[in-house]
Nanobody, 122 residues
Framework: VQLQASGGGLVQAGGSLRLSCAAS????????MGWFRQAPGKEREFVGD????????YYAESVKGRFTISRDNTKNTMYLQMNGLKPDDTAIYYC????????????????WGQGTLVTVSS
């Protein structure tokens, strides 16, 4: 099982980025997929998750209204559309898969990607 996160980069405050998380090694269409992030010097935190069907999403308060999670189960890929980026959003973003819903804690996730760095300049 492998998760490959991509799409990170440097963006100015107020800008947008879209991250992708491609899964391989098994079919994930019935599993929860989530995004976490870890800012420099801070612990990893939950960003949001999406149900296996893609019908339900949940977001941390800090990103609600700015970030949108979606998935394409035909491609085994999840996305994180980030709009209105702020310097506080600077972090390494990780995608993960959980065999349960909901899944909001790190301990509830079974597989993790390697992370992609997002840097937001002021």
């Amino acid at each position: 099982v492998q998760l490959q996160a991509s799409g990170g980069g440097l963006v100015q405050a107020g800008g947008s980025l879209r991250l992708s998380c491609a899964a391989s090694g098994r079919t994930f269409r019935r599993t929860t997929m989530g995004w976490f992030r870890q800012a420099p010097g801070k612990e990893r935190e939950f960003v949001g998750d999406i149900s296996g069907s893609g019908d339900t999403t949940y977001y941390a308060e800090s990103v609600k209204g700015r970030f949108t999670i979606s998935r394409d189960n035909t491609k085994n890929t999840m996305y994180l559309q980030m709009n209105g980026l702020k310097p506080d959003d600077t972090a390494i973003y990780y995608c993960a898969v959980a065999d349960r819903w909901p899944a909001r804690a790190e301990s509830e996730y079974d597989y993790w990607g390697q992370g992609t760095l997002v840097t937001v300049s002021s």
